[in-house]
Every structure is written in C-alpha cells, then in structure tokens.
C-alpha cells in the first residue's frame, strides 16, 4: 500500500494517552437490524463515552500534546461534536478552548460546549465560514488552529477505532464510514489496509453535501456552493488536498444517500437497537437500504459515530415517513 499520512505505529501508541472512557467502544453484531437490511450488521458503537461522538478520540492527543508544550490555549471550528471534545479535553488539562460555529448549528451541542466551559462564537454562514473565523482567531492571537482532519491527531486519534474493529476481523468482510471532513475515514481505512486489507472501506456521504465524494470519485477536488442535509455534522464544502489524497489510497467505494434513506437508518436503530442517534451516525445504515442486492448474504460492519441531536427535531425526523 502508498503511504498515506498516517503511522499504524503512532496509532498504537495514541491508545497510552487517550482517557480510557473513549476507548475500546461496544462492538456487537445486532440480529435485530438484520431482517430490514438482509445482512449481517455490526455496530461500532461511538456514542458511549462522555461527548457522545467519536471526536474525543483526537481531542484527548491534541490536548495532552498542549499540556506538555504548549500553547496552552486552543480555537477550532465545529459543527458541535468536536467542539464538545475539545472542550471535555482542555478542561482536563487546564486549556483555553475557544469553538467557532454556525448560529444554524444545533442548539444542544452548542449548549454542551458551553456547559464544558469552552468560549463559543458564533457566526453567521455555515461551517466554512466558522472555519474561516476560527482561522482568523488564531492567527491574532497567536494560539493552536485545530483543523479536524487535516491535523493528524484527529484522524490518528479516530484510527484507534480502527484497530478495535482490526481485531474482530474477519468476522466482518466491510465497514461503513460516516464521510464529512475525512478523519474518521482515513483513520479507519488506513487501519484496515494496514491490517485487514481483506475488508471493504466504504464511505458514506449524504447526498446535499456531497463534495468529499465527488472529490473521491474525481480524484480531484471538487467543492460545493451549499450544503443541504440534516446530517450537520458532514456538511462540509470545500475538501482538504491532504485528506483526499489520503482517502483516495484507503476508501474502496464513497456513496451518496438520500435524505430519506438517513431518516429511515435513524428509525430503524431506534426501534431494533434502541439507538437515539443523530443523522450521520446512521449513514451506514442508509447505504445498505439503499443498496440491499450490494451487500446481501454479507457481513457488514458500521461506525455509529454520534448522538448529540436535537431532541425536538429527532422527535420530527423520526414520526416522518419515508
């Protein structure tokens, strides 16, 4: 395999300094799922740790590196998740966390950093726009920029999920990934080749935010003007150079789902897993609705990466048919 920018052995030792809460995650297969979807289906389950989401997985290598050299304040952008992590692991460690997102981000991960005790500033526009400010931030007063998925130690960080799922191979033949800046896949892929390069890499994207995938598909970078999806925490435009090449060296397919599909995986984790997820997290379920002949008589494996919704919109997206 090309190199990618990722070390399996910096991925290993990651495991000594992450808190051991974000570690070694549920996996197990549920039957319960498997006469809807016609597969064999195991859950990685991300949300079980004090964050909710996958994040703190990169967060906890960021903030320890902080701690022991500095600087010791921290700004990123987030659509929620990772400014939640980020916050959980500054706070351990006595760092300055500042989190830029969208005043259109959902209200309850805002409430969360702000209960962590992270400065939150919100702008108007999207997440490339809270990018763009975050960036800003930094470079005036002088502090670390977190840049989720470009900056190593997030995807380094989300690999570690990787060698868990490394060790119950082969009893899965493919692995669906939620696909937003790219992190979480090249983390895992790069694993997965590395260690059990007979599994299947599959990302999954949704289809009003579909820029990383085209990029994938293109081999070039592709950006988007909008993105228009309820699945916030993937909705990004403008891909990294960096990510994509790595991406283009681990992925074996990306793919795009409807909005209808999300809903769909969202209810049935619901009602057969008793999951409460938040629509990213249940894009791995929407690629197998969508594609039910692809991955009959297999056994697939995917990464529920978070829970932090709105519980008002989750009550509405769940009572809609589709």
């Known amino acids: 395999m090309q190199e990618t920018r990722l070390d399996t052995a910096r991925i290993r030792a990651a495991r000594r300094v992450i808190d051991p809460q974000f570690l070694d995650t549920p996996l197990y297969r549920c039957e319960a799922l498997e006469p809807a979807l016609g597969c064999a289906v195991s859950i990685k389950l991300e949300t079980a740790n004090p964050v909710r989401s996958f994040k703190a997985r990169g967060t906890e290598l960021v903030a320890s590196l902080l701690a022991e050299h500095g600087p010791q304040a921290v700004v990123c952008a ?159 435009r403008h891909p990294i150079p960096a990510v994509l090449d790595d991406l283009l060296l681990v992925a074996d397919d990306a793919v795009l789902v409807q909005e209808t599909s999300v809903l769909a995986g969202m209810r049935l984790l619901l009602a057969h897993a008793g999951l409460v997820v938040e629509p990213s997290a249940a894009l791995g379920i929407a690629a197998i609705l969508e594609d039910r002949a692809r991955f009959a008589g297999r056994h697939v494996a995917t990464v529920v990466c978070g829970s932090n919704v709105d519980m008002d919109s989750y009550h509405r997206w769940i009572g809609m048919g589709g």
């Open 78 to 236: 987030s659509a929620g998740n990772l400014g939640q992590a980020l916050a959980w692991s500054g706070r351990g460690r006595g760092l300055d966390v500042t989190v830029v997102a969208s005043r259109c981000a959902t209200a309850a991960k805002l409430d969360r950093i702000r209960a962590l005790g992270a400065r939150l500033e919100l702008v108007d526009g999207d997440h490339e726009t809270a990018r763009e400010r975050a960036a800003a931030i930094a470079r005036h007063d002088g502090i670390r920029l977190l840049e989720d998925s470009l900056d190593l130690e997030t995807c380094e960080g989300a690999a570690t999920i990787g060698l868990e799922l490394a060790d119950s191979a082969p009893s899965f033949d493919a692995v669906l990934i939620a696909l937003g800046g790219g992190a979480l896949a090249t983390g895992i892929g790069h694993v997965m080749k590395a260690l059990a390069p007979g599994v299947e890499v599959i990302c999954v994207q949704p289809l009003g935010a579909p820029a990383l995938t085209r990029s994938w598909h293109q081999r070039r970078v592709v950006t988007t003007d909008s993105a228009d999806t309820i699945a916030d925490g993937v909705a990004g």
